[in-house]
């Protein structure tokens, strides 16, 4: 290297860099003092996750196999699998099950289409893209169950504004009982979600189209490739991980987000917006611990069999791309 | 380079993207003209968009009726305690993750990664027995300790996309020049990382600020409770007050929506590159 580089990063001892010269930690007498540091910078972060956050996941793990009812702790007896032929005997098991495929395919799958088409549109500067990407990102500032009486105010079936705005237009002639409505519960809570969720998947696939090199479509247009071929030859399959990935992320997410529901409907009406998790929140209030964990224990395995497949399906063609 | 826009694909472009903004906006607007309509005119007929005088009447109505100052005290204090311990504290593992190659390493990802995935319901009944043990129930400090714990997996991941965007040989340099690795650390790394560590401290701060299901189950008594259990409380009432509702609403909303703009650019970085490498 020319002594240049010395002289420029102002390095009065040392010489210039020499590769390996900055790899002392990996020299075999620095190896304990190299494990301490590792396990001392590791340790609060380790403490506070595994006391808070696993021990409890362990506990409750085990509760799903006792009599754990807050009314009654004096007989907290295990009674096998008990808990779990309550969840599965319970009458409204089916429709949990239903609702929360529903949550989570009629949410994902809007969010994707959207926010892949705006992630698209905002991939070409334009003047006030900066200020436009900040305003439509502000629904990430709000918590899910805000976000639920934001929309809950809205679909008020007296005074809301959205069936003022349908009527106003044409569209309805009378007020909808959006959220007193079994089936137009769901469509309203589903609306709400799409709103807060496209932002996620635009920002994800934005940045993973910058990504792409130029050249590529250069090639492409000198090719006389369409736009409808670029985008389906280059552009997806260029980005099919990042959008893999978001996709496994958001379908692990939205099922075990029940915020919005729990704030803009609370599981209602009678049960037509229940899903798993606020299901899961409504027995905890009850204060039935056992029958609780239980239901978290089935969301927890499919979700990894949900995972494992997925990252299986997924990874051959992550190893052909890149 | 992506090709030549034609007119009328601008205009479809320019449509949707301006749909998409209304569409985004609107509820937030509707939101703060609620809030600011005197408290007759919200149930009025026919519904004003743009009312004939604004009206502070609810936001004096929330902070004389409820509690609510108190509220906003514990929040602000529980958030920012628990967001910057969190980030203290995610910084000496993310320092270590993003630098050393070691064989738990990838468990330890792993670990953080899971603690994403699990419902953190299954934790709630179990964590109120723990707390009843530490005599840290209806307790802030029993707040924080859990939020620190909550805010810490994801911190690590993005702080951890911070560090492995600064090149090895800034610190390796320092320590040349006789710098320890704890110098180097803080001396020459930290001051580099500053916006990514302000952005990470408002993306736990928000979370805190935002969280409902923690501190609803681990706080009861009216002194302790934070903002978003008292709009729970407001919910649990048979008839909403949507006055008070839509002031409360606003007031929560606005800080957090300030913290975001403010640190957007970082946040949605870290949330790209900590989700991209897992």
């Known amino acids: ?322 | 380079m992506i090709g030549k826009a034609t007119a009328a694909g601008r205009t479809a472009r320019f449509a949707f993207l301006g749909l998409w903004l209304v569409f985004t906006v609107f509820p937030l607007y509707w939101i703060t003209i609620t809030s600011l309509k005197a408290p007759g005119d919200i149930f009025a007929f026919p519904i004003a968009y743009w009312p004939e005088h604004l009206s502070l009447e609810n936001y004096r109505a929330l902070f004389g009726k409820a509690d609510f100052g108190t509220y906003v005290t514990n929040s602000l204090l529980v958030a920012t305690v628990a967001g910057a311990v969190a980030t203290a504290i995610s910084m000496l593992s993310a320092y270590v993750l993003a630098r050393f190659e070691f064989r738990t390493k990838s468990a330890l990802l792993m670990a953080a990664l899971v603690t994403q995935m699990i419902p953190s319901f299954i934790a709630l009944g179990p964590l109120y027995l723990l707390m009843t043990d530490l005599q840290l129930v209806d307790n802030r400090l029993g707040l924080i300790l859990v939020y620190i714990a909550v805010c810490i997996p994801f911190c690590t991941v993005m702080l951890r996309g911070f560090f492995e965007n600064i090149p090895d040989a800034l610190e390796e340099a320092a320590m040349i020049d006789g710098l320890s690795r704890f110098g180097a650390l803080f001396r020459v790394l930290l001051p580099v990382m500053k916006p990514g560590i302000i952005a990470a401290f408002i993306f736990n701060f928000v979370n805190c600020w935002n969280e409902l299901f923690l501190s609803v189950t681990l706080l009861n008594s009216d002194s302790n409770k934070t903002v978003p259990t008292a709009l729970n409380g407001f919910i649990s009432s048979f008839n909403i007050d949507w006055g008070s509702m839509s002031a409360a609403a606003v007031f929560t909303i606005l800080p957090t929506m300030l913290l975001f703009a403010f640190a957007s650019r970082h946040i949605v970085q870290g949330l790209t590159s900590g989700a991209v490498k897992g």
Do not use: C, H
Not at chain 1, 147 to 171: P, T
Not at chain 1, 299 to 316: H, I, K
């Open chain 1, 1 to 322: 290297m020319p002594a240049k580089v010395s002289q420029r990063s102002s390095r009065p001892r040392g010489g210039p860099p020499v590769p390996g010269a900055g790899r002392g930690r990996q020299r075999p007498e620095f190896t304990t003092r190299r494990g301490l540091l590792i396990a001392a910078f590791m340790a609060p972060a380790a403490v506070f996750v595994a006391v808070f956050t696993y021990y409890p996941m362990v506990a409750g793990s085990q509760m799903a196999f006792r009599n754990w009812k807050l009314a009654d702790l004096t007989d907290t007896s295990w009674v096998g699998l008990k808990n779990f032929g309550d969840v599965f005997g319970d009458p409204i098991w089916g429709t949990v099950l239903s609702n929360s495929a529903l949550w989570v395919f009629g949410s994902i799958v809007p969010q994707l289409v959207i926010g892949f088409a705006l992630a698209l549109w905002l991939r070409r500067r334009f003047r006030f893209r900066g200020l436009y990407q900040a305003l439509v990102f502000f629904p990430w500032a709000i918590s899910g169950f805000l976000i639920g009486i934001l929309f809950r105010w809205m679909f008020n079936s007296e005074f809301g504004v959205v069936n003022d705005l349908l009527q106003k237009a044409g569209l309805i002639d009378e007020p909808i009982a959006w959220l007193a409505d079994p089936k137009m519960a769901m469509i309203a809570v589903l609306i709400a979600n799409i709103w807060y969720g496209v932002t996620f998947f635009a920002i994800m696939i934005l940045a993973a189209l910058q990504s792409i090199p130029d050249e590529l479509y250069e090639a492409a247009a000198l090719d006389g490739a369409s736009r409808t071929r670029t985008l389906f030859q280059i552009t997806i399959p260029y980005i099919r991980t990042t959008l893999a990935l978001t996709v496994l992320l958001r379908i692990i997410w939205i099922f075990n987000f029940p915020d919005l529901i729990f704030g803009m409907t609370g599981g209602g009406p009678n049960n037509e917006t229940q899903i798993v998790t606020t299901w899961m929140i409504k027995i905890t209030q009850q204060g039935d611990y056992g029958r609780a964990s239980a239901l978290g224990l089935l969301v927890v395995a499919t979700l990894l069999v949900f995972a494992v497949f997925f990252l299986l399906a997924t990874r051959e063609k992550r190893g052909v791309k890149r």
